[in-house]
C-alpha cells in the first residue's frame, strides 16, 4: 500500500509540474470534415495542410502525429460535427485541454468553398462558438479550402485560449480556531513549617522556595504538547483516508494511463486530488507531532530534593531526599 500511494503522490507531482512548465495551451484537431466529391489523396493532402496551419502557430502546442492517430483510434466517434461532447471526449483520450472541428464545401455551383469550425475544452464548454468563412473558387478546390481554413482559423483565435481550464474551484469550509486552554497554577500553601522537637533537632533546608515548588505541577507547555500532538494524530487520519481513496480510485483507471471516457477523466482528477490532499495532511501530521514530542521534552519539571540534618549518637546525621515528577 505504501508503494501505490507514492506512486499516487509522484503522479500528482509529476503533472503538477508539467502544467506549470508547460506555458501553453494543447490542442487537437479532429480529422478535417470535406464535404466535397474528392479523390483520397486529394482529401489527405488537405487534412495535412490543416493540420500544417495549426502547427505553424506559435501560440499553441498541437498534439503529434502519433499521439493523433492513437488519440483518434480510441476515441472511434463521428459526430463532432454537431455533439460537443464528442469533441470533449477527443480532447480528453489525448491528453489536451482543447479540441478543434472544422469543415470544408463547396456550394452548388462550384464557384464558392466555405470553411466552418468550432472549439471545445475538456469541461466541454463551448470556448470559440461556430464560425464560417467563403471564398471564391477561382482555381482548384484545394487552394480554395486553404485560404478559407487560413482565414477561420485566425478568426477563432487560437492564440487566446487560457493554458489551464478555468472550472471554478468549491470555496475550502474555514477550519475553526482551537479554544486556548488555560491553566489554573495550583495555589502555594504558605502555613510555616512544623518544627520537629527540640530534642531531634531535625534541619530541614528546601531546595527551592515554596512558590517554585507550586510550579512542579501541569504547565501550559505540557498541555500544549497533548493539544499539538493531538492535532499531528487527527491530521495523520485524514492523509490516510484521503490517501487510500486516491489509491481504490486509481484501480479503477486503465494501466496504461488512456483515458477513454469522460467518467474516467474526472476520475483522475479525483484521484490527483485526494492525492494532493493526502501529502499535504502527512507533511502537516510529521510537523506536528514532532512539535509535540519536542514540547513534552522541554517541559519535564526537574526533581525537588531535601536535605535533612538529623542529631544522632556521638554526631549529626546529613541525609538528602528527593522526588522525581512524572
Excluded at 503538477?16 to 470534415?33: C, H, I, M, N
Excluded at 527551592?208 to 497533548?226: C, D, H, I
Excluded at 486516491?246 to 471516457?261: E, F, M, S
Excluded at 476520475?267 to 514540547?295: E, K, P
Aim: hydrophobic share 45%; charged share 15%.
Amino acid at each position: 500500500m505504501k508503494t501505490r500511494c507514492r506512486e499516487v503522490v509522484v503522479l500528482v507531482l509529476v503533472l503538477s509540474a508539467s502544467a506549470f512548465g508547460q506555458g501553453k495551451p494543447t490542442l487537437v484537431d479532429f480529422p478535417l470534415d470535406v464535404k466535397a466529391p474528392l479523390p483520397a489523396a486529394q482529401q489527405t493532402e488537405l487534412q495535412n495542410d490543416f493540420r500544417m496551419l495549426l502547427a505553424r502557430n506559435p501560440a499553441v502546442l498541437l498534439s503529434t502525429k502519433s499521439q493523433w492517430k492513437a488519440a483518434l483510434a480510441a476515441h472511434k466517434r463521428q459526430d463532432c460535427d454537431v455533439r460537443d461532447e464528442c469533441l470533449q471526449q477527443l480532447a480528453t483520450t489525448a491528453g489536451t485541454l482543447y479540441a478543434v472541428y472544422a469543415s470544408v464545401e463547396q456550394n452548388a455551383e462550384g464557384t464558392e468553398v466555405t470553411a466552418t469550425g468550432r472549439v471545445v475544452n475538456q469541461d466541454r464548454l463551448l470556448v470559440r462558438p461556430r464560425l464560417s468563412f467563403a471564398v471564391s473558387r477561382k482555381g482548384k478546390f484545394n487552394e480554395a479550402a486553404h485560404s478559407a481554413l487560413a482565414q477561420l482559423i485566425t478568426a477563432l483565435e487560437l492564440d487566446k485560449l487560457s493554458a489551464t481550464l478555468t472550472t471554478p474551484v468549491a470555496p475550502v469550509a474555514p477550519v475553526a480556531p482551537v479554544a486556548p486552554v488555560v491553566v489554573t497554577p495550583p495555589v502555594a500553601n504558605d502555613a510555616p513549617l512544623e518544627r520537629p522537637p527540640a530534642e531531634d533537632m531535625v534541619l530541614i533546608v528546601p531546595a527551592l522556595p515554596p512558590e517554585q515548588k507550586a510550579e512542579s505541577g501541569t504547565n501550559g507547555a505540557r498541555v500544549g504538547a497533548w493539544v499539538v500532538g493531538g492535532l499531528g494524530i487527527a491530521a495523520a487520519g485524514v492523509a490516510g483516508g484521503f490517501g487510500i481513496s486516491a489509491i481504490t480510485a486509481r484501480t479503477t483507471l486503465p494501466l496504461d494511463g488512456q483515458l477513454v471516457d469522460a467518467s474516467q477523466a474526472r476520475t483522475q482528477a479525483g484521484v490527483n486530488r485526494d492525492a494532493t490532499i493526502s501529502l499535504i495532511s502527512s507533511i502537516g501530521a510529521a510537523a506536528l507531532l514532532g512539535t509535540s514530542v519536542v514540547l513534552l521534552i522541554t517541559s519535564a519539571p526537574p526533581a525537588t530534593p531535601v536535605i535533612s540534618l538529623v542529631p544522632a549518637p556521638g554526631g549529626a546525621q546529613l541525609t538528602l531526599t528527593g522526588e522525581f515528577a512524572p
